[in-house]
C-alpha cells in the first residue's frame, strides 16, 4: 500500500485530523478554479467556436463560464450551477460544459461530502483478523488517507485512487477494492448495507473523477485544433470566394467581346484577357 503519512510522524491519530478540517472541500474547489482554462480575449475570435457564425452588431460575443470560449447567444444558452469553480448560481455554459458541469456538480454535491467526513470501518488483515480504521478522502480528491485510531504514522496509509482498478461490494456489506498495479485486494467492512451502498458509489464516483483528464490541458488543445479548423474553414471560403469573383470577371469579359460559349482552358482565358475574341 502507499507510503505513511509524513507530516504527522510520532503524532497521535486525533492531531492528524487537523489536516481534514471542515474547510476541505472550499479548499479544494479553490484549487481547481486555479486551474481553469485560460479566457479567451473578445480580440481573439471573430466567430462563434460552436456555429462559426460570424460576430457583429447583432450576433455578440458570450464567454461560457467553464472552458471560456466565445460563443454565440444560442450556443451558449445553458444555465446550471458551476460547483467546480465555486458558482452555486446558474451561469452561462456552451452544451459540451453543461454536461460535464452536471457531472462534476452530482460528485461534488451528492458524494464528496460522504467521503471527505470519512467513516470507520474493519479492514480485513488476513488470517481472519480486522483492525478498525478510519478512511476519508484526501483533500486534493488524488487519495484515500486510511489511519488506524493510537497507532499514528505506523498505521496511516495513503491508497491512491488513480491506481484502483474497481471496487465492488460483497456478503452485504463489505466494500472490495482491487488495485492495478499489484495483485492487492483491499477489503472493508461498513457497519451496514446502506452505509456500504453509499461508500460503494462515492468511491467509483472518485475513482472516475480522479482518472479523467486535466481540464485545463483538455480544453486548451481542443481549443488550438478548433481554431486550427476555424482558421481552415475561413482560408477555404476566401479561396471561394476569390474563385467566385474571377469567375464573375471571366463572364463579364465573355459578355463584353460577345463569347457565346466560354471555356475555362488557359488557352481561351489566355486569348480573353489578352483582348482577343474567341467563339
Ligand atoms: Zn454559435
Ligand atoms: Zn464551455
Not at 470560449?69 to 450556443?75: G, R
Not at 480486522?130 to 505506523?154: H, N, Q, W, Y
Request: aromatic letters at 10%.
Amino acid at each position: 500500500m502507499g507510503q505513511a503519512f509524513a507530516c504527522c510522524k510520532g503524532l497521535d491519530f486525533s492531531h492528524m485530523q487537523h489536516h481534514f478540517a471542515k474547510g476541505a472541500r472550499q479548499s479544494f474547489v479553490l484549487a481547481a478554479a486555479a486551474q481553469q482554462p485560460s479566457w479567451v480575449v473578445d480580440d481573439m475570435q471573430d466567430s462563434c467556436y460552436g456555429c462559426a457564425a460570424e460576430f457583429n452588431y447583432r450576433n455578440r460575443k458570450h464567454h461560457c463560464r467553464r472552458c471560456h470560449n466565445i460563443y454565440c447567444d444560442a450556443c451558449t444558452a445553458y444555465r446550471e450551477k458551476l460547483l467546480l469553480f465555486g458558482f452555486t448560481q446558474a451561469v452561462r455554459l456552451c452544451q459540451m460544459c453543461l454536461t460535464a458541469a452536471r457531472e462534476e456538480n452530482s460528485f461534488l454535491d451528492d458524494h464528496l461530502p460522504l467521503l471527505q467526513e470519512g467513516s470507520t470501518f474493519l479492514r480485513h488483515h488476513g488470517y481472519g483478523r480486522k483492525v478498525p480504521i478510519f478512511v476519508k478522502l484526501s483533500p486534493d480528491t488524488a487519495s484515500l488517507v486510511c489511519m488506524e485510531p493510537g497507532r499514528g504514522a505506523a498505521g496511516s496509509s495513503l491508497v491512491f485512487l488513480a491506481e484502483v482498478r474497481s471496487v465492488s461490494m460483497e456478503h452485504a456489506s463489505t466494500l472490495v477494492l482491487q488495485l492495478q498495479a499489484s495483485s492487492t485486494t483491499l477489503k472493508f467492512d461498513a457497519c451496514s448495507t446502506n452505509e456500504c451502498r453509499a461508500w460503494l458509489e462515492a468511491l467509483q464516483a472518485a475513482c472516475a473523477w480522479s482518472q479523467r483528464p486535466a481540464l485545463k490541458q483538455a480544453v486548451e488543445e481542443a481549443r488550438a485544433a478548433r481554431w486550427e479548423q476555424l482558421q481552415y474553414a475561413q482560408y477555404s471560403k476566401a479561396a471561394a470566394e476569390n474563385r467566385k469573383q474571377r469567375q464573375a470577371a471571366r463572364e463579364q469579359m465573355a459578355a463584353k467581346y460577345n463569347i457565346s460559349s466560354f471555356s475555362s482552358s488557359y488557352a481561351h482565358r489566355r486569348a480573353v484577357s489578352n483582348g482577343y475574341a474567341v467563339s
